[in-house]
T-cell receptor, first 109, second 116 residues
Framework: RKEVEQDPGPFNVPEGATVAFNCTYSNSASQSFFWYRQDCRKEPKLLMSVYSSGNEDGRFTAQLNRASQYISLLIRDSKLSDSATYLCVVRDSNYQLIWGAGTKLIIKP | GAVVSQHPSWVICKSGTSVKIECRSLDFQATTMFWYRQFPKQSLMLMATSNEGSKATYEQGVEKDKFLINHASLTLSTLTVTSAHPEDSSFYIC????????????FGPGTRLTVT
């Protein structure tokens, strides 16, 4: 079983729609959680950290469920520029970042 | 602030040759630098962690004699792929953090290596 699992997609979504994806992690001792965005052939960029109480940044909302060991990302009013691969990342107790393989999102006009 | 550069952006080399990739923190001092590799449609895999002035710590399965890492200063780390083979073709990404492994990592733009 992979340490961090994501549905690879692609998710094909019309512009303006709301889309959500989840990520599960296997290590219950994981310390911190993040969503990164990676465009094709580019480096990953931090989108947002994920806090236990849930947090929002504009159109993006992240949730953490420690009991079930999953993290979610919700994107409202999706834009064409949101098309990218979204990487779920978990920091373990050794401070190492463990990366999911990413969920590909395609926003269609 | 917190800009990391990598050079070259892409490189094509012949099998058996060596390739050096540079990672620089442009506006901060990087105590720790990380080297990752990403194959198509796969997750980033940590290859090694290096602290300035000390030997790199390699992840299990990564050959230290094949992937030479040097972190000689607080702003520069290099990864040399020695005797490259086609299976080494990948996207190599470095990241740097200011104050150690627990701090936020800032990523370089990556280097795409193709070995023919």
């Amino acid at each position: 079983r992979k340490e961090v699992e994501q549905d690879p997609g692609p998710f094909n979504v019309p512009e303006g729609a709301t889309v959500a994806f989840n990520c599960t992690y296997s290590n219950s001792a994981s310390q911190s959680f993040f969503w990164y965005r990676q465009d094709c052939r580019k480096e990953p960029k931090l989108l947002m950290s994920v806090y236990s109480s849930g947090n929002e940044d504009g159109r993006f909302t992240a949730q953490l469920n420690r009991a079930s060991q999953y993290i979610s990302l919700l994107i409202r009013d999706s834009k064409l520029s949101d098309s990218a691969t979204y990487l779920c990342v978990v920091r373990d107790s050794n401070y190492q970042l463990i990366w999911g393989a990413g969920t590909k999102l395609i926003i269609k006009p | 602030g917190a800009v990391v550069s990598q050079h070259p952006s892409w490189v094509i080399c012949k099998s058996g040759t060596s390739v050096k990739i540079e990672c620089r923190s442009l506006d901060f001092q990087a105590t720790t630098m990380f080297w990752y590799r990403q194959f198509p449609k796969q997750s980033l895999m940590l290859m090694a962690t290096s602290n300035e002035g000390s030997k790199a710590t390699y992840e299990q399965g990564v050959e230290k004699d094949k992937f030479l890492i040097n972190h000689a200063s607080l702003t520069l780390s290099t990864l040399t792929v020695t005797s490259a083979h086609p299976e080494d073709s990948s996207f190599y990404i470095c990241s740097a953090s200011r104050t150690g492994e627990a701090a936020e990592q800032y990523f370089g733009p990556g280097t795409r290596l193709t070995v023919t």
